[in-house]
Nanobody, 130 residues
């Protein structure tokens, strides 16, 4: 079975850092793009970062560019979201997702991560206190 296990969320003060992990299993990791989305209360789900695990090409949304980065450890079938200089508005449930077709190049071309990913994890809550 395909599984995406997101972890690493928690409570952090504004200006702090967190690293989220997305551990994948049940599919050929290097054939997929792994993306991170977030959803704050009352807001739509927002795609913030994705990585093509076959070559490391990434996309970072403008809303987090310069503060968040994404990386992949293919040996561990795990993608990380490194979040720095956190702000109160970063408070949200963060989800990781996997897809074979929708990758960072498409996101770069259209300027947004399309939410049409095949597989989704359960989410991890990040709360940033101001």
């Amino acid at each position: 079975d395909v599984q995406l296990q997101a972890s690493g969320g928690g409570l952090v003060q504004a200006g702090g850092s967190l690293r989220l992990s997305c551990a994948a299993s049940g599919f050929t990791f290097k054939d997929y793009t792994i993306g991170w989305f977030r959803q704050a209360p009352g807001k739509e789900r927002e795609g913030i970062a994705c990585i093509d695990t076959s070559d490391g090409v990434t996309y970072i949304a403008d809303s987090v560019k310069g503060r968040f980065t994404i990386s992949s450890d293919n040996a561990k079938n795990t993608v990380y979201l490194h979040m720095n200089s956190l702000k109160a508005e970063d408070t949200a449930v963060y989800y990781c997702a996997a897809d074979r077709l929708v990758g960072p190049r498409i996101a770069q071309a259209v300027g947004v991560m399309l939410p049409r990913y095949d597989y989704w994890g359960q989410g991890t809550l990040v709360t940033v206190s101001s």
